[in-house]
């Protein structure tokens, strides 16, 4: 039997896709976070990157669920917005 056609490879195929499924989901939730937050305060997408020392296209990205960011990075942005990280991830 082919090792593509077993149960157990169908069965990892799954559990891959549900873990990228969450991964995706959890980026496009924090992404969503940091523009309702940005908005908040009256940031403008392009004068937040430049407060945060990123580039525009990455906030973007980060926005839009794109990006997976390191912990520094979403440290930058929790501290642009003078707020905590558990703030800044509350609800995410």
Known sequence: ???THSPWFYRRCQVLNNCMA????????FGQ????LRKEQGYSQE????ACELDRTYVG???RGERNLT????????DTLGISLSELLEGV
């Open 1 to 3: 039997m082919n090792d």
């Open 22 to 29: 969450k991964r995706a989901d959890i980026l496009v939730r």
């Open 33 to 36: 976070r940091v523009r309702e």
């Open 47 to 50: 004068n937040f990157a430049y």
């Open 61 to 63: 990205g980060i926005e």
């Open 71 to 78: 912990i520094r990075k979403i440290e930058q942005i929790a």
